[in-house]
């Protein structure tokens, strides 16, 4: 499974973003999908997942808001995506999306290359 990741970019405090993961190589319906993000000199920590049925989990950092962060998939395309609104500076990150047969936990199977997030105050 390759997955590519994108819509990062530079956005406000306050902004939103898109960021999507398309998968190939194989149908990654049955597997759990997930965002996991690494901020500059921290290590890379976890923001949310989604299973193969739609059931959704999101970090404590997030759960708060998790409204504004919101994970979906879309099995027909093959690609999942995290809607990121009224976003704040320390949501910058490099965020990475990812896959596993089974569940997503701190070492999915599958990693996709990371798309940067820059929010500015």
């Known amino acids: 499974v390759q997955l590519q990741a994108s819509g990062g970019g530079l956005v406000q405090a306050g902004g939103s973003l898109r960021l999507s993961c398309v998968a190939s190589?194989?149908?990654?319906?049955?597997?759990?999908m997930g965002w996991f993000r690494q901020a500059p000199g921290k290590e890379r920590e976890f923001v949310a997942a989604i299973g193969w049925s739609g059931n959704t989990s999101y970090a404590d950092s997030v759960k708060g808001r998790f409204t504004i962060f919101t994970i979906s998939r879309d099995n027909a395309k093959n690609m999942m995506a995290l809607q990121m609104n009224s976003l704040k500076p320390e949501d910058t990150a490099v965020y990475y999306c990812a896959a596993d047969q089974r569940t997503i936990t701190t070492t999915p199977g599958y990693w996709g290359q990371g798309t940067l997030v820059t929010v500015s105050s």
């Open positions: 190589g194989r149908t990654v319906s049955s597997y759990a």
